[in-house]
């Protein structure tokens, strides 16, 4: 029981059936990834050590079972929007070789009385029933606080089964809820994940690596002492604007074949002032 459980290929995905439509609409409630060449996130390293010792406990599940220890299956990542919590999650279905099961909120969300309620049992039924990992982003809009006044009681309800679910999540699957709110959370909820990993902004050298990372082999061409200075003064930025600024500079160089490193500075400035940010250009 304890390797089946545990045993990533104990039941064939591909004989694990559909996975669970809205009745009204007729749609997936579920979007499966595989992300077989997902790039490992780049984190500080006390982040990077908290998700590698994660990976670990997961692989040797088997191990920790036979000696009368819970490997963990449930995980909660907060922090501001582009941090990484998704680019998270997705390395870890590659890492743990299994498919990547992410909640479609457009669809599973429902004005219906009780709809919801029945959309999210189906799916954390798909998800424990299978090894997967499950993803369940912008949790805050499923896992309010329930002392919230202006939220309807089928939200409260909805709770319930959350912390019901989390007490008794399987070990063959691990469920990820990432949040930018978690402020907004039931405290109840927090206490049932096994761990909690909070994601930073990036730090100057992290920065950096983000940028050279998206530009790829258009990296070569970016003068280095630039590529710090715009690390340097794009200070609370999140990794996925660094990467929006990189790759937008890198198609007006392709495009209007213009000097790469003319179009990056031009990008920064444009979107500074579009963002309404007051940075320091510095060496830039």
């Known amino acids: 029981l304890a390797e089946n459980s ?11 059936g559909p996975p669970p439509v809205n009745d009204d609409q007729g749609v997936s409630l579920l979007k499966i990834q595989h992300p077989t060449d ?3 996130p780049i984190f500080s390293v006390e982040v990077g050590n908290k998700f590698e010792q994660f990976i670990r406990d997961r692989q040797a599940a088997v191990k920790l079972v036979q000696e009368g220890l819970t490997p963990p299956s ?21 890492q743990l070789e299994l498919p990547l099961v992410v909640q479609d909120l457009a669809t599973s969300i429902s004005s219906y009385l009780g709809k919801t309620g029945f959309n999210l049992r189906r799916m954390l039924d798909y998800a424990r029933n299978r090894p997967t990992v499950l993803l369940l982003d912008e949790f805050d ?14 939200l409260k309800r909805i709770v319930n089964v959350l912390l019901k679910e989390l007490e008794d999540w399987p070990l063959n699957s691990v469920l990820i809820a990432a949040t ?5 959370l039931d405290p109840a909820i927090g206490r049932r994940f096994h761990e909690h990993l909070h994601l930073p902004l990036p730090s100057v050298d992290e920065r950096e690596e983000i940028l050279r990372r998206a530009a790829g082999h258009f990296a070569e061409s970016i003068t280095p002492k630039l590529l710090r200075s715009i690390a340097s003064v794009l200070d609370g930025w999140s990794g996925s604007h660094l990467t929006t600024v990189i790759k937008s500079a890198i198609r ?17 400035v444009e979107r500074s002032n579009f963002n309404g940010d007051h940075i320091d250009l510095g060496d830039l």
């Open 180 to 184: 930018n709110h978690p402020e907004l």
């Open 252 to 268: 007006r160089h392709v495009v209007d074949n213009c000097d790469i490193n003319q179009a990056v500075i031009r990008e920064i």
């Open 74 to 94: 449930t995980l909660l990542l907060t922090g501001k929007p582009g941090t990484g919590k998704t680019m998270l999650a997705q390395w870890m279905a590659r």
């Open 6 to 16: 545990a045993n990533p290929g104990s039941l064939r995905w591909k004989e694990a």
């Open 141 to 154: 809009s499923i896992a309010k606080r329930r002392d919230d006044n202006t939220e309807v009681g089928e």
């Open 38 to 40: 997902a790039p490992r």
